[in-house]
C-alpha cells in the first residue's frame, strides 16, 4: 500500500523511525519518504546509512506548527514518533514534556488535516494505561487527541489511530545496554528496583511491522495493543550479567511493578483478536458507528470480560533467560 506513496515520519532519526526507514526501502518503492526531525547531526548520520532517491529529510520540530505544515504537503501517511520519553526528564521539565507530547501531538493533527492526509498512526506506550508519571500522562492526552481528531476531521479523509506497546529490546534509553555496560565493569553489582518487577518485552521490527498492518487494518479512533511477552527484571540481570550479583534499590519515582496495556477500567472498551487487542473510542465520531470487532483487513474480534486487564504481571507468556537472549540476537538484526 505504499509503493508510490508519500510518508512522512516525525522523530524520523530515533530507534523506531530508522527501523521504519530500512523496514520500506526494502519491502516498497515509496515516492516519498521523508525524516522530520530537530537533531541535523543525527539527520547527517542517518543520511550516510539511508540515501535512496526517495529520501527527504526535513529539519523541524513538532513543536513548530507552520513548519509541521510545510512538511505534509503532499504526504499520505505519517507516523507520529517524536516525543520526550525520559520518565525521570519529563518529571524536572514538565513544561517541556506537555509542549512536545502534547501541543506537538496537536500540531501534527491540524497539519495531517490541512494537507489531506489520508491515514496518521501515532506511537504510544504502555506508561500511557493508568499513568503515575507525567511522561505516561502526557502520551495519554496524546492518545486522546489523536482518537478525536477522527471528529476535528469530519468529512475530510484524514483518518487517525494509535499504536501502544512496551519496551523495546535495545533502543535507545532502555535496560539493555545498560546491564551490557555494567557487566563488563569489575565489582559492581547490578542495581534492581524491584525483585518482582516485570516488563512487556518487544523488538523493534516486531513494533515496526505492528505498524505497518495497522495501516492497513484500521478504521481510525482505534489503539492497536500487541500481544507480545513479558520479562522478569530478574531473569534480565541473568541473562545479561550471569555471574553479577544484584542490588536490590527499590522503585524509583514514577516507575510502576508492572506495566498496563489495557486496563481493567477500559475492559468494556477492549476486544481481543488473535494476535492483538483493539481498545475502541469512548466518544461517537461524526462519520456515524463503526465496528471495531472486524478491522479492515476482516480480522474478526470479540470483547473480553468485564473487569479484565492485560498487564505484564499477568501476561500467559514469560520469556526464559535463554529466550531473553534469543530476543536479543533478533533485535540485533
Known amino acids: 500500500m505504499f509503493n508510490g506513496q508519500s510518508i512522512l515520519i516525525t522523530g524520523g532519526t530515533g530507534s523506531f523511525g530508522r527501523k521504519y526507514t530500512e523496514t520500506i526501502l526494502k519491502r516498497y518503492k515509496p515516492k516519498r519518504l521523508i ?20 529520501m527527504r529529510y526535513f529539519l523541524g520540530d513538532v513543536r513548530d506548527a507552520n513548519r509541521l505544515k510545510q512538511a505534509m504537503n503532499g504526504v499520505d501517511y505519517v507516523i507520529h514518533a ?35 492526509v489520508h491515514k496518521v498512526i501515532a506511537l504510544s506506550t504502555d506508561k500511557a494505561a493508568n499513568p503515575i508519571n507525567l511522561y505516561g500522562a502526557s502520551k495519554l492526552a496524546s492518545d486522546k487527541l489523536f482518537v478525536a481528531a477522527n471528529n476535528m476531521a469530519g468529512e475530510a479523509r484524514t483518518r487517525f489511530s494509535v499504536v501502544r506497546y512496551g519496551n523495546v529490546v535495545g533502543s535507545r534509553g532502555s535496560v539493555v545496554p545498560f546491564f551490557k555496560k555494567l557487566a563488563l ?62 542490588d536490590i534499590i527499590g522503585i524509583r519515582p ?80
Open 35 to 54: 525524516i522530520f526531525s530537530r537533531d541535523e547531526l543525527k539527520q547527517y548520520e542517518m543520511q550516510q546509512e539511508f540515501n535512496a532517491p526517495c
Open 82 to 116: 517524536a516525543a520526550l520519553k525520559q520518565v525521570p526528564a519529563a518529571e524536572y521539565n514538565p513544561m517541556e514534556c506537555i509542549k512536545t507530547n502534547v501541543n506537538g501531538a496537536e500540531n501534527v493533527i491540524k497539519a495531517a488535516i490541512d494537507n489531506n
Open 185 to 246: 565493569k569489575d565489582d559492581i553489582a547490578i542495581p534492581i528496583t524491584h525483585e518482582k518487577m516485570t516488563r512487556f518485552w518487544i523488538t523493534l521490527q516486531q513494533g515496526v511491522d505492528f505498524v505497518l498492518k495497522n495501516f492497513e487494518r484500521m478504521h481510525g479512533g482505534e489503539i492497536f495493543v500487541p500481544k507480545i511477552p513479558s520479562v522478569r527484571i530478574l531473569d534480565l540481570a541473568k541473562a545479561y550479567a550471569p555471574n553479577k550479583t544484584i
Open 254 to 333: 514514577g516507575e510502576k511493578l508492572h506495566e498496563i496495556m489495557c486496563p481493567a477500567d477500559d475492559s468494556h472498551l477492549t476486544l481481543e483478536f488473535d494476535d492483538f487487542y483493539l481498545l475502541k473510542p469512548t466518544i461517537k465520531f461524526f462519520s456515524g458507528a463503526t465496528n471495531y470487532q472486524e478491522t479492515k483487513l476482516g480480522e474478526k474480534g470479540s470483547p473480553v470480560d468485564m473487569g479484565e486487564e492485560y498487564h505484564s504481571g499477568n501476561n500467559p507468556h514469560f520469556l526464559s533467560v535463554e529466550e531473553i537472549l534469543e530476543f536479543d540476537k533478533l533485535a540485533s538484526l
